[in-house]
């Protein structure tokens, strides 16, 4: 089946130039153009808008998503290539997840200190009352 570009980015949510763009930079090679010359996506396009927005939130620059792209269609040469970048950008993620898991601790931490001065009436009330306290703790 065929897609218009405005069907598309309704689909996907992306902007038309957005589009238009992930073509000029070699993102979509395999995209059609109708008699009047206009963008037909495919159903496989789709797909590879997919992977690039996985791609893309995930933290890859354009440049290593094109190296992808073009080593898929350099066909299983590129094999080894592939398995390493997904294995390097698999480590990327599970360090990016890690940190965002230090960060939600201390966001939790943050919660439960609040919800219990909600309670409370007071920030003073439910800090530790030690020396030497982080003076952090009730920022």
Request: hydrophobic share 35%; aromatic share 10%; with cysteine.
């Amino acid at each position: 089946m065929g897609y218009s570009i405005g069907q598309v980015a309704r689909k996907t949510g992306l902007s038309t130039y957005t589009l238009r763009f992930y073509e000029k930079e070699g993102l979509l090679p395999n995209v059609r153009k109708n008699s009047a010359g206009l963008r037909v996506f495919s159903d496989a396009d789709l797909q590879w808008l997919q992977m690039i927005e996985c791609l893309k939130e995930t933290g890859m620059p354009l440049k290593g998503i094109r190296q992808y792209i073009e080593w898929f269609d350099a066909g299983d040469s590129t094999l080894p290539q592939r398995l390493e970048m997904f294995q390097k950008q698999r480590e990327k993620v599970l360090a990016d997840i890690a940190a965002l898991q230090k960060h939600l601790a201390k966001i939790d931490y943050k919660v439960n200190l609040y919800a219990k001065a909600v309670r409370c009436g007071s920030l003073q009330k439910v800090l530790p009352q030690t020396k030497g306290q982080d003076i952090t703790q009730g920022f």
